[in-house]
């Protein structure tokens, strides 16, 4: 494997990140005719988001949990409680009305984030202890079973005056503008903040630990790895930046309710880690966008009935592009069984030797054409 230059590499991040901002810049600006790509931009990157969080407990210490859409609707109704404004809260009460605690409570938009994280890992530590116990499939059973719990928990009578039931919560703030940064970029920066403390913690000896443990739990035992201890901090980690997740899509729909979070949720998350790659997190990041793009935006197009004359093109009509989203899926999974990234995060060295071999094997076969055809003429 050859390795570019670190001036190349340098050069080559540069023009990237131009390129991205450009890209945001653009759709920003012309709202006429790309509302789409926007929406696709922003949503991706919260799915981004929470796709990568998973991917640290699935992929990077080989924890197979289910209960990411919980933990998602854990951060999502703390920010919406906690940031309703108070002359709005009647209107979105208006049945079982708001609890006495919570009435006069509106926080800044950036501290009910960070508060919906923590209200995840808090739920996550506490159930940690218990559910940690459990390996392979139980694991999965019993944080599938805590999501569902969650979900039934705030559509429930009791929750009501905090959640408002099944009515769901409304007029949920938005995003605003930070400082001289419009709105529009703030999921953006969020997102980008957070995947950089999951680079640096993957990175780092907590991040080797987690892998070590991935790879055999026994042996990372034998080298001195605290299994129970290093196994509920990325359970608490990979809830606390669900949370997040949560929160940001709360701000990007501005209403939610039990069904926003069903259990099909974690499973597209799923979908987008192992798509992407179980153990990488640029692997996650890219799947997201092109996960949400296609069922969002590119195949839309599949849902509109055309007609020729009066004769209906059979299949084209509402659903058929999952069908067919669903097909290029089985596609892609016997092709890249590791998913896009594998186990490998992205690097300018890697796209450089993939160029590389494709123009390798494109010029041997060019050569044992023309042998064959000189041979042919002999």
């Known amino acids: 494997m050859e390795r570019l230059n670190q001036k190349t590499k340098m050069t080559a991040s540069i023009i990237a990140c131009i390129a991205l901002v450009v890209l945001l810049v653009l759709s920003y600006t012309n709202t006429g005719t790309t509302s789409m790509l926007r929406s696709v931009l922003q949503l991706g990157s919260i799915?981004?988001?929470?796709?990568?969080?998973?991917?640290l407990l699935n992929g990077f210490t080989g924890l197979f949990s289910l209960g990411h859409a919980g933990f998602m609707a854990i951060g999502a109704y703390t920010y919406a409680v906690l940031t309703i404004p108070v002359n709005k809260k009647a209107n979105v009460y208006y049945l079982y009305g708001v609890a006495d605690s919570l009435a006069n409570v509106a926080l800044p938009n950036w501290l009910g984030l960070i508060i919906g994280g923590i209200a995840a890992a808090i739920i996550a530590a506490l159930i940690g202890a218990a559910v940690l116990r459990l390996k392979s499939d139980y694991f999965a059973i019993a944080t599938l079973g805590l999501a569902e719990i969650v979900r039934i928990c705030v559509a429930s009578s009791p929750m009501a005056r905090i959640t408002n039931g099944s009515l769901g919560l409304k007029n949920i703030p938005g995003f605003t503008n930070i400082g001289f940064i419009p709105a529009y970029f703030v999921p953006f920066i969020v997102v980008a903040i957070c995947l950089v403390i999951m680079f640096l913690l993957i990175n780092c000896?907590?991040?080797?630990?987690?892998?070590?443990?991935?790879?055999?739990e026994i042996a990372a035992e034998a080298m001195g790895i605290n299994?129970?201890?290093?196994?509920?901090?990325?359970?608490?980690?990979?809830?606390?930046?669900?949370?997040?997740?949560?929160?940001l899509l709360a701000m990007f729909l501005g209403a939610i309710q039990s069904t926003t979070f069903p259990l099909m949720l974690t499973y597209n998350i799923l979908l987008i880690v192992v798509i992407?790659?179980?153990?990488?997190?640029?692997?996650?990041i890219i799947s997201a966008f092109l996960v949400i793009a296609a069922k969002e935006w590119w195949l839309r197009f599949l849902d509109v009935e055309q007609y020729i004359g009066d004769w209906q093109v059979p299949l084209l009509r509402t659903g058929f592009r999952m069908v067919v989203f669903s097909v290029i899926l089985m596609v892609v999974v016997l092709f890249w069984r590791q998913g896009i990234m594998g186990q490998k995060e992205f690097s300018w060295d890697g796209v450089y030797n993939f160029f590389r071999r494709l123009k390798t094997k494109f010029r041997g076969k060019n050569t044992k054409a023309a042998a064959e055809g000189g041979n042919a003429n002999e």
């Open 47 to 55: 799915y981004a988001l929470a796709a990568a969080s998973m991917n």
């Open 205 to 216: 000896s907590y991040g080797r630990a987690f892998k070590a443990i991935r790879e055999d």
């Open 227 to 247: 299994l129970a201890r290093h196994k509920q901090m990325s359970f608490i980690i990979s809830s606390f930046f669900a949370g997040i997740a949560g929160a």
């Open 276 to 284: 992407g790659g179980m153990g990488s997190l640029s692997g996650s």
